[in-house]
């Protein structure tokens, strides 16, 4: 299919999955076109599917790969974005699609916990502490890029 491509980008949006929410695609493609080394090929766009990516990992490959897996984590700054849009208090989750039933509720509040419990959470979490004060000046909100070793079929751009 390259033949049919004449674009440098390609988002990828299978016809089951949906923006629930604001993603920072023009960000995530400034950072890929910006990446000298080029390092960054293809983004992932989180989702319940692959929220846990870091711990299925860990579970898979075990502790020794999971340290190498944590160097390659990038951080670039142009995902270093508003905080008060994606931040933990940020205005994109107030725009979320929230579900309709009561049931449903419970479920997105549970994976909202569980992954505040996740590898990838406290991944983060060490890292903006390690930053402090450096990162969050002007209320940013910095995003990571996480590698992906194992395929996901999930909205993504290349």
């Not at 502790?63 to 990038?74: G, N, P, S, W, Y």
């Amino acid at each position: 299919l390259y033949h049919c491509v004449d674009t440098p980008y390609v988002c990828v949006i299978q016809h089951d999955r949906t923006f629930m929410r604001p993603t920072p695609v023009k960000e995530v493609v400034t950072a890929m076109e910006n990446d000298s080394e080029q390092r960054i090929k293809y983004v992932g766009v989180n989702m319940r599917s692959n929220l846990m990516y870091y711990d299925i990992f860990s579970g898979k490959y075990g502790k020794r790969a999971v340290d190498e897996f944590k160097t390659m984590i990038l951080y670039p700054e142009e995902l270093r974005v508003g905080g008060s849009v994606y931040g933990p208090k940020g205005t994109s989750v107030e725009k979320m699609t929230m579900p309709r039933t009561e049931k449903r509720r419970k479920i997105l509040e549970a994976l909202k916990e569980t992954y505040r419990g996740s590898h990838q959470y406290m991944t983060y979490d060490d890292w903006l502490k390690s930053h402090q004060g450096k990162q969050n000046r002007g209320g940013y909100h910095q995003l990571s890029l996480t590698p992906t070793l194992f395929w996901y079929d999930n909205t993504h751009v290349v």
